[in-house]
């Protein structure tokens, strides 16, 4: 129904600032929310950002608070992250989501998923 591709993912050194694209195609509803996830190898999915598409309303982790941002572009039906101050712990593979989160940090609540973008922070 809902299909989800991640862009923007890369190499960049401690301190620098990658921007990633979600592009959504397909049914889409304009209650949907949009989120993103990371993941490391060996560790557990977690939340990073999530906006609620009708009013913008954000919600962040808060190891991300304060570098990360992110935005959507109803027309375009993109969501993105950026992500600022970069250090070797946001390494990861970064996911984009889509659903009708009631807790929009939980994994759970999102039914779309992207396939994930690399981010590779050297130091």
């Known amino acids: 129904q809902v299909q989800l591709v991640e862009s923007g993912g890369g190499l960049v050194q401690a301190g620098g600032s990658l921007r990633l694209s979600c592009a959504a195609s397909?049914?889409?509803?304009?209650?949907?929310?949009m989120g993103w996830f990371r993941q490391a190898p060996g560790k557990e999915r977690e939340f990073v950002a999530a906006i609620r598409w009708s009013n913008a309303v954000t919600w962040y982790a808060d190891s991300v608070k304060g570098r990360f941002t992110i935005s959507r572009d109803n027309a375009k039906n993109t969501v993105f992250l950026q992500m600022n101050s970069l250090t070797p712990e946001d390494t990861a593979v970064y996911y984009c989501?889509?659903?009708?989160?009631?807790?929009?940090?939980?994994?759970?609540?999102?039914?779309?998923w992207g396939q994930g973008t690399q981010v590779t922070v050297s130091s």
């Open positions: 397909g049914r889409t509803s304009s209650n949907y929310a």
């Open positions: 989501a889509a659903g009708f989160p009631t807790l929009p940090r939980l994994e759970r609540s999102y039914k779309y």
